[in-house]
């Protein structure tokens, strides 16, 4: 039964071997991690309205007399329809931005995130390249994409019924992309299956070992990032990969006919 002291020492260790190499390909992988960016814009309603009643009042007389409706109303209409037209286009920009941002997520990121497991795994065992952060693309690329689309997916769809089954569900399948560093041809729900068996009864010792950075990270805020960039993030993605390299040679060694791993 694993430890988490057991695993950072491990950890500890591969950064120690191959330091430069593992800060670098962390800082791509925390670069990826940071979120979407927001998008915004403001707009001016009032512009239109102050030049309107700059306006000569002598032209409202002027179109009453001739029975054209209410300068007020027109006014109203008008302001009515520029925020409609706004609306609209806020929304597409909106979508638009959504699409490319969960394009870039299911065809970029994801097959990224697999590289950048694979390379912390590796270093763990060994010195590892960072050519391996490509491993994603260059391996069975389309399954790769797949398996983590149903992957996020099924994670998102638990979340929708309730907060706490969605999070349940990401622990379980906390080691797909890992999965796919060893045998990225592996059909999604043989990969799904292999992480629901690997991850039980260690879920909540998994989300302990998450807990157990909190410290570093408050000191990676009080440094303005420096300590997260060049130590914690280092440490942590090795001290995960550590922990599949665990699962994976001793509860999962029962399954590896069935899943070739």
Excluded at 49 to 56: K, P, S, T, V
Excluded at 121 to 144: C, L, M, P, R
């Amino acid at each position: 039964m694993w430890t988490r002291a057991e695993l950072k020492e491990r950890a500890k260790a591969a950064l120690h071997r191959n330091y430069w190499k593992i800060v670098l390909v962390s800082s791509i992988l925390l670069l990826l991690g940071c979120g979407s960016g927001g998008y915004f814009f403001q707009k001016t309603p009032h512009n239109a309205e102050e030049q309107i009643e700059a306006e000569d009042t002598g032209i409202q007389a002027e179109m009453e007399e001739a029975g054209v409706p209410d300068r007020e109303i027109v006014d109203g209409q008008i302001e009515t329809f520029d925020r409609i037209v706004v609306i609209v286009i806020f929304t597409i920009i909106f979508l638009f931005f959504f699409v490319v941002i969960l394009a870039a997520d299911i065809f970029l990121i994801n097959p990224l995130d697999v590289g950048g497991k694979r390379f912390m795994t590796k270093s763990v065992e060994n010195v590892a390249q960072v050519k391996e952060i490509a491993y994603g693309f260059d391996h069975s690329y389309k399954n790769v994409v797949k398996v983590l689309f149903y992957r996020d997916l099924y994670v998102i769809l638990w979340a929708l019924l309730l907060i706490i089954p969605g999070i349940v569900k990401m622990y379980q399948y906390y080691m797909v992309p890992y999965i796919l560093t060893d045998n990225p041809d592996m059909e999604y729900r043989a990969a799904l299956d292999k992480s629901r068996e690997m991850m039980e009864g260690n879920k909540w010792k998994t989300f302990v070992l998450g807990l157990s950075f909190i410290l570093w990270d408050f000191l990676g805020a009080l440094t303005f990032g420096i300590v997260e960039v060049f130590y914690v993030q280092p440490y942590r993605h090795l001290t995960f990969a550590a922990l599949y390299r665990e699962l994976r040679d001793t509860a999962a060694i029962n399954s590896e006919d069935r899943y070739g791993i």
